[in-house]
């Protein structure tokens, strides 16, 4: 919601309701959210499907000691969680396009609660 009153420049101090802000904007829900989420797995599929840099770096390991504190989110952690399955099963399914992108469009739609 802050991305979207920045776009339309309310400050942060107006009382102006979410619903109102998304009415203004002409939609029904959120959807910034969803279309990083399904940017970010189309993006996991692409670099997945080729040996390149990006493919080496997500799968190498750094050596030495780890920083003190909670450790950081990571890249992968989100892919795993949104897909459901691990990274190696997921970039198994990334071969299969068409299997991947039925798991993207599942993972992105927003289901009702029951």
């Known amino acids: 919601m802050k991305c979207y009153r920045k ?3 309310i400050p942060w101090t107006a009382r ?8 203004e904007l002409g939609m029904k ?13 189309k993006y996991f ?3 997945v499907r080729h040996n390149n840099l990006e493919k080496l770096c997500l799968e190498g390991a750094v050596e030495g000691k780890r920083g003190r504190g909670r450790p950081r989110r ?3 952690q989100d892919i795993s969680d949104w897909l459901g399955f691990s990274v ?3 970039s198994i399914l990334a071969q299969d396009r068409d ?3 039925s798991a993207v469009w599942e993972a992105t739609s927003y289901k009702d609660p029951p």
């Open 7 to 9: 776009i339309l420049r």
């Open 16 to 23: 102006r309701t979410n619903q109102n802000i998304l009415q």
């Open 29 to 41: 829900e959120r959807q910034l959210p969803k279309n990083i989420k399904q940017l970010k797995l």
């Open 45 to 47: 599929g692409h670099f």
């Open 74 to 76: 990571r890249w992968t």
């Open 88 to 90: 190696r099963e997921a």
């Open 99 to 101: 299997g991947f992108r």
